[in-house]
């Protein structure tokens, strides 16, 4: 029963700056997790490992990062008889200047390592699994080519995979986003559809072979929660049973917060706490919601700065919550400060009003111009 892992979408060289100081320590994960790959296809003894695209975030990453990848490969070689199957991507696209085409001599010295779409091979034969795995790359980043749609199973052997780099139009996808049709994958002959673009882990649901991308191994941007796995899948003449296997260390967290009633940023703290302990392999993100008093305390950029040690990075919250005071708290506010002087002059021009329609603004504007004097944000 043959065995291939599957994965896409790595990124090596990236820059990641939406980390801030914590970027760096990112880019090192990224090569942390594919070393897991490497170690992953070891020991399981793997016929095939497949990286359908994005192995690099560019054409012209970082020669450590090139170096990189030619050590973990040459010491999957050297461990394994696992063959190496690589896809180029709409990130490190193949052509003249591709880092495939540019480090050709180095890839072809490791035995074992296919690099579809160069020297015009759109195929690499897995003679021990009696399998091929076929591919066209993209040849720049953005395409409206049907790139899949040309290729063909091979009849000589019992399993045939198809790899491509793209969007399948099960959602509104754009035209030049390397188009996969639905169609395409009910072709008969094939055995799995191996995908790669999308960061988040999808299964295509249909009739044909199983299609799947793996998403980004490791988290490489902060909308893209479903990251953080690789597809092991086993053939037989029964068809392809695919298993989502968690690879990547860090994750991300999505988390809303209500801060009603909070007196200070610290009892904002522990309710984030609360709805997300502590780890320091999580990247969190905030919406921060309800009702807060006008006496609070809290400084939404104080929050980050109390929990950053508590998590691997700490975003900027969203701040989506409401001031609003009653009439005591507004007339309680003094009039030597700038905030109590704006309230008495926005109250005579509500007195003042002509209709209730105009009140109401006015009014909505008290509450507005309030809070945003206070630092807060505020919901009209």
């Known amino acids: 029963m043959p065995t291939v892992i599957h994965t896409a979408d790595v990124h090596l060289g990236a820059s990641l700056g939406w980390l801030g100081a914590r970027a760096s320590d ?3 994960q990224l090569r942390q997790t594919f070393r897991s790959i490497i170690d992953l296809a070891v020991q399981e003894d793997a016929d095939c490992l497949i990286i359908a695209g994005d192995l690099f975030d560019s054409n012209r990453p970082p020669a450590s990062a090139v170096r990189f990848v030619l050590r973990e490969l040459a010491r999957l070689c050297d461990s394994s008889e696992t063959q190496t199957v690589i896809l180029p991507g709409s990130h490190d696209y193949m052509g003249e200047e591709s880092v495939f085409s540019c480090y050709q001599d180095e890839f072809g010295q490791i035995e074992r390592v296919h690099i579809l779409g160069a020297r015009d091979v759109h195929s690499a034969v897995i003679p021990r699994a009696s399998l091929v795995v076929h591919g066209d790359p993209p040849r720049s980043a953005r395409s409206s080519e049907h790139r899949l749609a040309r290729l063909r199973p091979d009849a000589d052997y ?15 996808v754009e035209p030049e986003d390397h188009p996969i049709s639905r169609d395409e994958l009910l072709a008969p002959g094939w055995s799995y559809f191996a995908l790669g673009h999308w960061h988040s882990w999808r299964e ?32 037989s003449s029964d068809g392809a049973r695919v298993a989502k296997v968690r690879i990547g260390t860090r994750r991300l967290s999505n988390i809303q917060i209500d801060v009603g009633g909070a007196m200070d940023t610290d009892e904002i703290a522990r309710r984030v706490a609360a709805e997300q302990p502590k780890d320091a392999n999580v990247i969190l993100s905030m919406t921060l919601t309800g009702l807060l008093p006008v006496g609070t305390g809290f400084e939404p950029e104080a929050l980050s700065e109390i929990l950053r040690t508590d998590y691997f990075h700490v975003r900027s919250a969203r701040l989506n919550y409401e001031v609003r005071l009653g009439q005591d708290d507004l007339e309680a506010l003094p009039e030597r400060l700038v905030i109590g002087r704006f309230v008495r002059l926005m109250k005579e021009q509500i007195d003042t009003a ?4 105009q009140r109401e603004n ?12 206070q630092g807060k944000d505020v919901l009209a």
Do not use: F, T, W
């Open 362 to 373: 006015l009014e909505a504007a008290l509450q507005m111009g309030v809070a945003l004097l």
């Open 158 to 172: 019992e399993y045939n995979i198809a790899v491509a780099h793209g969007s399948v139009d099960i959602l509104p």
């Open 26 to 28: 990112q880019r090192d």
């Open 204 to 235: 295509i649901e249909g009739k044909g072979a199983p299609a799947v991308y793996p998403g980004a191994p490791e988290v490489i941007a902060a909308d893209q929660g479903g990251c953080g796995h690789i597809a092991r899948i086993n053939l």
């Open 354 to 357: 002509e209709d209730a329609g």
